[in-house]
Each structure stands twice: as C-alpha cells, then as structure tokens.
C-alpha cells in the first residue's frame, strides 16, 4: 500500500495521546480508529444509495440475504437472524415491516408446523435486484481511487484480522 500520505483526524488524536500520556503504546488506537471511522464513513455512503430505493441498511441486508439464498429466495427467520447477527426478537419486529411493505411473506414451514418461513415476493425481488446492481456499482466507485494491489494488500490484510477476531480466543 501507499505509503505517503496526507495526515488525517486519526493522527491528530494520536499526536495528543502522545502529549498527554508518552508512557503508552497508542498504535493500536490508530488502526482501530481508521477501521472505524472507514466503518462509519463507508455506512454514509452505503446508507445513501439504498435511501435512492426508499430502504434502510437493514431492510437492505435482509432482501439481499434473501436473495443470495437462491431460488425460491425462502429462509427460516432463525437462518436469517443467525446470519445478519440480530435477535429474534429484533427480526420478528423486522419481518413485519418488510411484510407490510409488501417485499416478504410468511409462509408455513411445510417440515415444521410450529414455524413458519420467510420469502421475497415478486415485489421484493425485483426491488433488491435494482438495489443490488446500484450497490455494487457505488461500491466500486468508493474503491476507484485505491490501485489494484493496495486493494488486493487491504483485502489480505483485513481478512488476517476479520480471521483474528472470529477466532475463539479472539487473537
């Protein structure tokens, strides 16, 4: 990756840690702080794009999960809670918004009376397949101005740390 560049507000923070307190090691501050605030920048950018197709993050994730699912684009809520790592109590209030706006419906679970299953309508799929194309077209643009081995580095690098804190021990 690059390594000339523009000082940023991480490195001010830094700087007044170092003032403050020189007997610490702040360095983790400074990757950690990045990764957030890319985090939190990258949410406004993402956030922006789905607003052009009245959804929110969430909604977004949802449908998108429904639909990488494949044919017939139907799920368990249990799988869709599981994998969008909310409660399910949370996605039980979720559902009926999507319900509601007519881009999901229950279904009985033909292999389990007590629960039901979640699938796109036509409606939904056809919504999250414009959303998705404008998706992953905004996420190349936010990438364009990085070349293709730092991405490829960021990539490598971030996948050794995603690995770390998925780890059991967490290191």
């Known amino acids: 990756m690059a390594t000339e560049r523009k000082p940023d507000a991480v490195d001010a923070i830094l700087a007044q840690w170092h003032r403050e307190r020189p007997d610490l090691d702040v360095s983790p501050m400074g990757t950690i702080g990045r990764i957030k ?6 949410q406004r950018r993402l956030d922006e794009t789905f607003a052009a197709f009245n959804l929110s993050g969430w909604e977004f994730d949802v449908l998108a999960t429904l639909r990488r699912s494949g044919a017939p684009y139907c799920l368990a809520p249990t799988t869709l809670f599981s994998t969008l790592m909310v409660t399910s109590g949370t996605m039980t209030h979720r559902m009926g918004k999507l319900e509601a706006q007519g881009w999901i419906t229950r279904l009985p679970n ?50 050794l740390l995603l690995a770390a804190l998925e780890s059991p021990t967490g290191q």
Do not use: M
């Open 110 to 159: 033909p292999e389990d009376a007590r629960s039901s299953l979640v699938q796109l309508t036509p409606e939904g799929l056809a919504l999250i397949d414009r959303a998705v194309d404008a998706h992953v077209a905004n996420e190349h643009h936010i990438l364009a101005p990085l070349k293709a081995a730092d991405l490829a580095a960021l990539e490598a690098r971030l996948a």
């Open 37 to 42: 605030r890319c985090a939190a920048l990258l």
